[in-house]
């Protein structure tokens, strides 16, 4: 028996064989780690987790996190800056008016609600006619306040003429798994309909967001079946002519015939070519929304609804205002 019978999958567990006994015997080298308690570091505002394949602790810093008070200064001489027990920013209005949401009222305590786009928002998504497809992905995280979340404000760009499709119908649904993606059997918070040019308001069921937390949630639209047609250039569904098939199984012979027999190769290349140019519009059965066609868009910064206690106010920060490029293509 040698050393390296001893080896162990983790880079944090050394091996050795003891020739006395023909036993192994393992050690933890300096530095190793095997769980994300041996990480801790003391500070409330990084996360810290062990890789146990390589022994490594990794620490990331979490946003928006304070440890005093010092951290949390807006520079408005005006408010009263504190850090929670969450390790997050509040503020409150001295005797002079703040700029912030509360103005003078001293009772009045606010702090910030973010919005961004999480790692699953997609652009350039083509959804079939029919077919269904998540087109905006958000993730709300509140500081020292949480609140009650009604829903979103957006504004549909681009050019798309429902004609007999009918409007695209809009769903929003928390994302419980943060993966930017609808979870199988969820129940949406709102549904609306929509065409281009208009705002579009999903509003429905209230969901609570606790302080110091974050809610993911995805914007998913569905493009009506409808009459064959074509709508505004930007719809299209397939024509009602025979299968591509169909059409190919006719000319390569016809053309064969014509290049063999009759020898007129020009007429039927041009047969072939006119085959081929019918087969491609017949195989046109399935078609979606042109990514450069239509767009979702913010609204303001108070597309967001939420709303909290009499005396507590949330700063929608980072939904940008209308017209910023905080876009889903579909």
């Known amino acids: 028996m040698a050393d390296e019978d001893c080896v162990t999958a983790s880079a944090c567990i050394d091996g050795s064989c003891n020739p006395g006994t023909g036993r192994c015997g393992y050690a933890s080298p300096a530095g190793c780690c095997a769980s994300g308690a041996e990480c801790e570091d003391g500070d409330a505002c990084t996360r810290n987790d062990c890789d146990p394949a390589s022994g490594a602790c990794s620490r990331d810093s979490i946003s928006h996190c304070c440890l005093s008070d010092a951290d949390c200064e807006d520079g408005d001489d005006c408010s009263y800056d504190s850090c929670t027990g969450d390790h997050r920013c509040a503020h409150q209005p ?33 959804v079939s006619i029919g077919g269904r497809g998540v087109v905006l992905h958000l993730v709300l995280e509140t500081e020292a306040i949480g609140g009650v979340f009604h829903g979103v404000s957006l504004i549909l760009e681009g050019r798309a003429d429902g004609g007999s499709y009918g409007k695209p119908r809009f769903r929003l649904y928390e994302d419980r798994d943060r993966d930017g993606s609808v979870d199988p059997g969820s129940a949406p918070l709102a549904v609306a309909e929509g065409l281009s040019g208009g705002r579009l308001d999903l509003q429905g069921t209230a969901l609570t967001m606790a302080p110091a937390s974050e809610t993911s949630l995805v914007v998913e639209v569905e493009v009506a079946k409808g009459s064959v047609g074509e709508t505004a250039g930007t ?35 041009a047969l072939v070519v006119v085959g081929w140019l019918v087969a491609g519009g017949c195989m ?13 868009v913010f609204a303001s910064n108070d597309g967001v609804q939420v709303s909290t206690a009499a005396n507590e106010r949330l700063v929608v920060t980072g939904a940008p205002q209308e017209g910023q490029p905080f876009r889903a293509w579909w």
């Not at 005797?95 to 305590?109: A, H, K, L, V």
Request: proline letters at 7%; aromatic letters at 4%.
């Open 284 to 296: 046109a059965r399935t078609a979606g929304v042109h990514p450069d066609e239509l767009r979702l």
């Open 235 to 269: 719809v299209v569904e397939g024509r009602s002519l025979p299968p591509a098939w169909l059409v190919l199984l006719w000319t390569c012979p016809a053309a064969a015939v014509l290049a063999l027999r009759v020898r007129r190769r020009r007429a039927a290349l």
């Open 94 to 126: 001295a005797i002079c008016e703040t700029p912030g949401p509360c103005g003078s009222d001293t009772s009045c305590t606010y702090s910030g609600l973010w919005v961004r786009a999480g790692a699953g928002n997609r652009r350039g998504v083509e």
